[in-house]
């Protein structure tokens, strides 16, 4: 049976592929493609606890390969933008590419400070979900606003609700 960090990596080449896809304009083929390396995302921890290789690490290294994949994805769209002198969606899809990396690193770092940061909305599955929506569909403008706004709005959240819980914590004390 193949090591479920293999199978992560698998992904996330793929991602790489749908990103060249995305930067090409062919955004109904990027659409599939992600579709494709989602599988992969869902098996391998499927793998890890069917072959009792469930590992601290192994949940770690899933979790960083998920935000490269993330960044790749987007950056496709960011250099297909760039390269049709759209520099505005080019900056949307910047935002949305920042909002998506700090919705997932202010939930671990508040999660270091406080039992549980769970709030906000447009975690990652949602995230993929839209991109490809928004590729097969060829509405991806409207998914990058909605990718922009929504995981930064989540990220406010998530800040919020740290430094209430933080307070709380503090009294208690």
């Known amino acids: 049976m193949v090591h479920p960090n293999i199978l992560t990596l698998i992904g996330f080449v793929i991602n790489i592929f749908a990103a060249v896809l995305f930067a090409k304009n062919l955004l109904f083929w990027a659409g599939l493609v992600v579709v494709f390396a989602g599988i992969f995302d869902m098996v391998d921890g499927e793998v890890a606890r069917r072959t009792a290789r469930v590992t601290k690490f192994g949940a770690f290294f899933d979790s960083v390969i998920d935000r490269y994949s993330d960044m790749v994805l987007l950056f496709g769209l960011v250099f297909l933008y ?85 307070k709380a914590i503090e009294r208690e004390q």
Not at 97 to 114: F, K, P
Request: one cysteine or more.
């Open 82 to 166: 760039a390269k049709n002198d759209s520099i505005f969606y080019m900056g949307l899809a910047v935002f949305a590419l920042i909002g998506s990396i700090m919705t997932s690193y202010t939930r671990a770092r508040a999660e270091s400070l406080i039992p549980a940061c769970k709030v906000g909305f447009l975690e990652r599955p949602e995230r993929i979900v839209l991109l490809i929506i928004g590729a097969l569909a060829n509405r991806m403008a409207a998914v990058l606003w909605v990718l922009a706004v929504l995981s930064n709005w989540a990220v406010a959240q998530r800040i919020f609700y740290t430094w209430q819980e933080g």
